[in-house]
């Protein structure tokens, strides 16, 4: 079951909404689905503003290596739609952060991955106060 939507977090996602609507400039989206603005003016000698709309849950790991580059300012321009000038064969494919869930990794002895251990080497002393 999932939690209902405080009226909070409507009103900030329908404020986000607004704003985007009204100053920025659609520039692309990714394989994940989010969406990438930036501001239709800026002013003299300031940066250009430039803002994702996530597809689901807001994770930032959802966010390809040439998104990231250009929401950073390290690329001028993001690459053309369809393009895969950063993905390689070897690549795995995107897992999302998965700290806190069941599917975080736990070294051998956590106590929800059966508590035990491996035996210690005997290069280990522990350190006992004098």
């Not at 920025?24 to 394989?31: F, M, Q």
């Not at 003016?41 to 790991?61: H, K, L, M, S």
Request: glycine share 10%; hydrophobic share 30%.
């Amino acid at each position: 079951m999932t939690e209902p939507i405080s009226l909070f977090t409507r009103l900030a996602n329908i404020h986000i909404q607004f704003v985007t609507w009204r100053r920025g400039a659609k520039v692309g989206s990714d394989r994940f689905g989010n969406v990438y603005y930036r501001s239709k003016t800026t002013p003299a000698g300031a940066r250009e503003r430039r803002w994702v709309i996530y597809a689901g849950e807001p994770d930032a790991t959802k966010i390809p290596p040439e998104w990231h580059g250009w929401l950073h300012h390290t690329v001028k321009d993001p690459l053309p739609e369809g393009s895969s000038g950063f993905h390689k064969p070897w690549q795995k494919e995107h897992l999302p952060n998965l700290s806190g869930s069941t599917q975080a990794y736990r070294p051998p002895g956590h106590a929800l991955a059966g508590g035990q251990r491996v035996a210690a080497t005997g290069d280990y002393e522990p350190w006992t106060p004098a």
